[in-house]
């Protein structure tokens, strides 16, 4: 047990819900908290040391309560500074109430989150309890690590597109008389393919956007996954592919599920791509009912596949199966679509040795058109 308990001055009453007593008022037990919570008395002293708390710190409870709290946890500002030292909690500022969320670093330089609140007797009296808050920064590390690298890559991805916008537009404005049309034509095309380039990087920001924050809009309707397909397929034979690389299998009776069909159009064309780009030999296309009700397609090739330690990053952000362009945004933006549509989608070994994506989507029809 990591609470000191008793109706003495270590102890907690029930009134005091900043305390681990006040916590079973609610039924919740300090080792519940998912974040670190050290309570110290009067005297500043150690009364309540949660799991937590040990995870993060690596101080054992034991050895915890009843000691100082300053050398329970001898915190130091980025600077080096004692923080009890500066913030004095309980010979400060008697209007004072706590310190707010702060980054300070617990011996041997690891970097916790830290916010103190100051329990008073009155709003101007001695401190009577030093509730402190502990949170592990690495989760919060891995998401500005998560941000640096996204702008890093927008940055690179729209220096190349725009450096050839700019440098073919400011070269035909400059010589515009000197170029034959086949010369302007190739120019012009090659800005319009950049141009093209940049608003798909855009799009899908605006996507992972979207997706982050729980805002993706669907527009449901009936969509015929096979036809979709087709289409798909047929593009690509327009953009130059045999058409005998495809292969499309499709087993009847088929449901259409309720879906946007443009964003079910991303997940066949990004899909189609990577088995066109990365892949090789025949990519087939199974569409099938699955049980109880629910739609599948699954896209498989017969190339070097995805190697089986790298299963498992496949829809993360900037994850790219070879080094052939690409953002490494498409398949995060994949699973995405898919799991907002309450489907889902998995990566695994194709029989010819490649790779295999399936998802699935599920047919029901949205409540309001049932009522």
């Given at each position: 047990?990591?609470?000191v308990?008793?109706s003495?001055?270590?102890g907690?009453?029930g009134s005091?819900?900043?305390?681990?007593?006040?916590?079973?008022?609610?039924?919740v037990h300090?080792d519940d908290?998912?974040?670190g919570?050290?309570?110290a008395?009067?005297?500043?002293?150690?009364?309540?040391?949660?799991?937590?708390?040990?995870r993060?710190t690596?101080?054992?409870a034991?050895t915890a309560l009843d000691?100082?709290?300053?050398r329970?946890?001898?915190l130091?500002?980025?600077?080096?500074?004692?923080?009890?030292q500066?913030t004095?909690?309980?010979?400060?500022?008697?209007?004072?109430?706590?310190q707010?969320e702060?980054?300070?670093?617990?011996?041997?330089?690891?970097e916790?989150l830290v916010t103190?609140?100051y329990?008073?007797i009155r709003?101007?009296?001695?401190?009577?309890?030093?509730v402190?808050?502990?949170?592990?920064?690495?989760?919060?590390?891995r998401?500005?690590?998560?941000?640096a690298?996204?702008?890093?890559?927008?940055?690179h991805e729209?220096r190349s597109?725009?450096?050839?916008v700019?440098?073919?537009t400011?070269t035909l404005?400059?010589?515009?008389e000197?170029?034959t049309?086949?010369?302007?034509r190739l120019m012009?095309?090659?800005v319009?393919?950049d141009a093209?380039r940049?608003?798909r990087?855009i799009a899908?920001?605006?996507?992972?956007?979207r997706?982050?924050s729980?805002?993706l809009?669907?527009?449901?309707?009936?969509?015929?996954?096979?036809a979709?397909?087709?289409r798909?397929?047929?593009?690509h034979?327009?953009a130059g592919?045999?058409?005998?690389r495809?292969?499309?299998?499709?087993?009847h009776?088929l449901?259409?599920p309720?879906a946007d069909p443009?964003?079910?159009?991303?997940?066949l064309?990004?899909?189609?791509?990577n088995?066109v780009r990365?892949?090789?030999g025949?990519?087939t296309?199974?569409v099938?009912?699955t049980r109880?009700t629910g739609t599948?397609?699954t896209?498989?090739?017969?190339?070097p596949?995805?190697?089986?330690?790298s299963?498992?990053?496949?829809f993360?952000r900037?994850?790219r199966?070879?080094?052939?362009g690409?953002?490494?945004?498409?398949l995060?933006?994949v699973?995405?679509?898919?799991?907002?549509h309450?489907g889902?989608?998995t990566?695994?070994?194709a029989p010819?040795g490649?790779?295999?994506?399936?998802?699935?989507?599920?047919?029901a029809?949205?409540?309001?058109?049932?009522s």
């Amino acid at each position: 047990m990591s609470v000191v308990n008793g109706s003495g001055p270590r102890g907690l009453t029930g009134s005091d819900a900043s305390g681990p007593d006040g916590l079973a008022a609610l039924d919740v037990h300090p080792d519940d908290l998912p974040d670190g919570l050290v309570v110290a008395d009067e005297r500043g002293r150690v009364i309540c040391f949660n799991a937590a708390a040990q995870r993060i710190t690596a101080v054992r409870a034991d050895t915890a309560l009843d000691a100082p709290l300053e050398r329970v946890l001898p915190l130091e500002d980025l600077e080096g500074r004692r923080w009890w030292q500066l913030t004095d909690p309980y010979g400060g500022l008697a209007t004072r109430v706590g310190q707010p969320e702060r980054n300070l670093l617990l011996p041997g330089g690891r970097e916790v989150l830290v916010t103190a609140r100051y329990v008073r007797i009155r709003p101007t009296g001695p401190v009577r309890r030093v509730v402190v808050s502990l949170r592990d920064t690495e989760a919060r590390r891995r998401t500005e690590r998560s941000h640096a690298e996204l702008i890093a890559t927008v940055a690179h991805e729209l220096r190349s597109p725009l450096t050839s916008v700019k440098g073919f537009t400011a070269t035909l404005l400059a010589k515009w008389e000197r170029f034959t049309d086949e010369q302007k034509r190739l120019m012009l095309e090659t800005v319009d393919a950049d141009a093209n380039r940049v608003t798909r990087l855009i799009a899908e920001l605006l996507d992972i956007s979207r997706i982050d924050s729980g805002r993706l809009e669907l527009r449901r309707q009936p969509v015929d996954i096979a036809a979709a397909v087709s289409r798909h397929i047929q593009a690509h034979v327009a953009a130059g592919q045999s058409a005998e690389r495809f292969l499309l299998r499709v087993k009847h009776p088929l449901p259409d599920p309720w879906a946007d069909p443009d964003k079910v159009d991303q997940v066949l064309s990004n899909l189609l791509e990577n088995a066109v780009r990365h892949g090789e030999g025949t990519v087939t296309i199974d569409v099938e009912p699955t049980r109880p009700t629910g739609t599948s397609v699954t896209v498989s090739d017969e190339g070097p596949g995805i190697p089986e330690e790298s299963m498992n990053r496949v829809f993360t952000r900037f994850w790219r199966g070879s080094k052939r362009g690409g953002t490494g945004l498409g398949l995060y933006i994949v699973k995405g679509i898919v799991e907002a549509h309450g489907g889902t989608i998995t990566v695994g070994r194709a029989p010819g040795g490649g790779a295999e994506f399936r998802f699935t989507l599920p047919v029901a029809t949205p409540a309001y058109l049932t009522s």
